[in-house]
């Protein structure tokens, strides 16, 4: 594993709790970040804390993540426990499950798009004003291939990370000469809990569209977006980085 310099650092991971931004998590604090993590899981919440900690600084808060109160407080607790926020990735997300588009209930559709991208929405806007204070600042949003792409049968999934590349790009110029950058990976699946809530046809799709006959691996995403939090990553805003085993055409 290279070692990419954290430290010093105070990363909030969103969804942090499992799958993606466990592995971010484990990443960061092996390359000597804090972290936060928020997730509505109070369980896993407490397990990942009570495994990760053995790593280095770790806290936690419950948040509901289509909330703008609840986050908010999260983002005070984070600043109170640690001084600082550095870095924002925004890893929470759900599928939604998968059907036609003219299938899928209101409520369904609704609660993607809250979720996928109100959330990060959400979340720049409590943690970007301290980041201003600071003058520096790493986010990265964790969007998909489906958001490039379109997936049928998931066209909920895919127009909140076509939303969040969207929200990636208009954010990042907005902050491009304030020492805070905003990027964004689209990775093809990784086999997590959110495979859970997709249909096993599916699945088969989604794999039969990566060239390297493989799923994701969430080590592989995490080293990706350690360096996209690291100082590093200095010329970089407003992207998006493919993680998609050759899938990706544009």
């Not at 990363?11 to 592995?23: D, L």
């Not at 900690?53 to 909330?67: F, R």
């Not at 984070?78 to 299938?103: M, Q, R, S």
């Not at 997936?151 to 909920?156: F, I, L, T, Y």
Request: proline fraction near 3%.
């Amino acid at each position: 594993m290279n070692q990419i310099d954290l430290k010093g650092r105070v990363a909030v991971i969103t969804g942090g709790a499992q799958g993606i931004g466990y592995a971010v998590a484990e990443r960061m604090l092996k390359s000597g970040a804090e972290v936060v993590l928020w997730d509505i899981d109070a369980v896993r919440l407490a397990d990942a804390e009570n495994v990760l900690g053995t790593l280095g600084k770790v806290s936690t808060s419950i948040v509901e993540l289509t909330m703008a109160p609840d986050i908010d407080a999260a983002a005070a607790d984070a600043v109170k426990a640690h001084g600082k926020i550095d870095i924002l990735v925004n890893n929470a997300g759900i599928t939604g499950g998968n059907a036609p588009t003219w299938e899928l209930s209101p409520e369904v559709w609704q609660r993607v798009i809250d979720v996928n991208l109100v959330g990060p929405f959400l979340t720049c806007r409590a943690v970007v004003p301290q980041m201003l204070k600071q003058g520096y600042g790493r986010i990265v949003n964790i969007a998909s291939v489906a958001g490039k792409e379109g997936n049928p049968n998931a066209s909920h999934y895919s127009a909140s990370k076509a939303g969040l590349i969207a929200l990636t790009k208009s954010l990042a110029k907005e902050l491009a000469t304030k020492g805070i950058l905003v990027n964004a990976v689209s990775p093809a699946a990784a086999k997590t809990a959110i495979f859970d809530s997709m249909t096993e046809q599916h699945i088969a799709f989604m794999l039969s569209k990566i060239p390297m006959a493989r799923f994701l691996e969430v080590g592989e995403a995490a080293a990706m977006i350690a360096w996209l939090a690291s100082e590093e990553c200095s010329f970089s805003t407003g992207a998006v980085f493919d993680l998609s085993g050759g899938r990706a055409t544009y």
